[in-house]
């Protein structure tokens, strides 16, 4: 009788577990080309980061509120200080134009021709607290040393009174709780601003778009990002997929959230009312929303820009290029979503 109880048991267990996996992110046969990456705050300079490790991967590149590309160097004193507030001045942006040579002489970034070829989107808020609106001005001069034609390629955008965050148009479906006022920023960073910064993202990184749908009916999936092994990495992450993308061939969109604005934090409110999705899904556009998790060496679930997520011993840490173990996780789910539904 025992063995047959504890049998019962471990069979109600195994249910209990399986319940609960999550799917894994699936095989969707994305097109490579037009690929972009947007991101606000440490999603913001997350997002750089890939683009310049990866240029030949993405066509656009948007930023809200973030600084120029490596600004922290691989401290958090210089990320505090220089690349957040200018307590220690503002960024040399001739030394990250050093920094960038030796990564591209070692393999380690996108070599110059394929960054000159990015097409790049800028936002700030003119009250940010958090990161100082300069900041924005600096990566779009940075920016337009590196592009072929920063004229053509390079939209900067500074919005008077608004703080830090992304800001979206009130939408009466996004839970009151779930919005930070416009012009204060902090809270969920998610901001009233009757402002659609992801169709104007989107619009300038990809040309005429289909208009957004009023009521997106499009499958938001909840997957085990367990298989992309990366510290500071939560363990699930979101995917929206549209009806029409199922059987293939559609262009990939990835959203970094910022810090403070992980799934542990607002659940699944970032995903689900960025604004994305309705141009998504009028223009067959997959979303992935991957996740960020917290811990002692980043409390507020921030992705890794000044190097935490790195060995502890390294000196200079590798998070800004290549071999960035967040990096390559997010390379690897992009590499996934653009794998055969037959691999």
Same mark, same amino acid.
């Given at each position: 009788m025992k063995a047959l109880l504890l049998s019962a048991g471990l069979l109600l267990a195994f249910a209990a577990n399986a319940e609960e996996r999550l799917p894994e992110l699936p095989q969707l046969a994305l097109s490579p080309d037009a690929t972009s990456v947007i991101g606000v705050s440490s999603g913001g300079y997350m997002a750089t980061q890939l683009a310049v490790a990866w240029p030949?991967?993405?066509?656009? &590149?948007?930023?809200l509120a973030a600084?120029?590309?490596s600004c922290a160097e691989g401290g958090l004193g210089q990320a505090l200080g220089r690349c957040m507030s200018l307590r220690r001045g503002s960024p040399d942006l001739? %030394? &990250?134009?050093v920094r960038l040579r030796d990564y591209q002489a070692r393999g380690l970034v996108g070599e110059a021709g394929? =960054? %000159?070829?990015l097409r790049a989107f800028v936002w700030?808020?003119?009250?940010?607290?958090? =990161?100082d609106p300069s900041l924005g001005k600096a990566l779009a001069e940075q920016l337009a040393g590196w592009l072929a034609d920063p004229e053509e390629q390079l939209k900067a955008v500074e919005s008077p009174g608004v703080g830090h965050g992304w800001p979206l148009e009130a939408d009466a479906q996004i839970p009151p709780g779930r919005l930070a006022r416009c012009s204060d920023g902090?809270?969920?960073h998610m901001l009233a601003c009757g402002m659609d910064i992801a169709g104007e993202a989107l619009s300038w990184l990809h040309g005429t778009l289909e208009p957004p749908v009023d009521a997106p009916t499009a499958r938001l999936l909840r997957f085990d990002q367990a298989p992309f092994d990366a510290r500071g990495l939560g363990d699930a992450g979101y995917v929206l =997929?549209?009806?029409t993308c199922e059987s293939g061939g559609c262009r990939l969109t990835v959203a970094l959230h910022g810090c403070g604005m992980t799934e542990e934090l607002l659940d699944d409110a970032f995903a689900r009312h960025s604004g994305l999705n309705e141009w998504a899904e009028a223009n067959r556009r997959v979303v992935l929303y991957p996740q960020a998790s917290s811990s002692l060496a980043n409390p507020q679930g921030c992705w890794d820009w000044w190097g935490f997520a790195e060995s502890t011993w390294q000196l200079d840490p590798l998070h800004d290029t290549r071999e960035g173990t967040q990096v390559k996780a997010l390379m690897a789910m992009i590499e996934r979503l653009e794998q055969s539904l037959e691999e």
């Open positions: 030949q991967r993405f066509q656009g &590149l948007a930023v600084g120029p590309w001739d %030394a &990250l134009n394929d =960054i %000159a070829e700030h808020g003119g009250e940010d607290r958090v =990161i902090g809270g969920t =997929i549209p009806e």
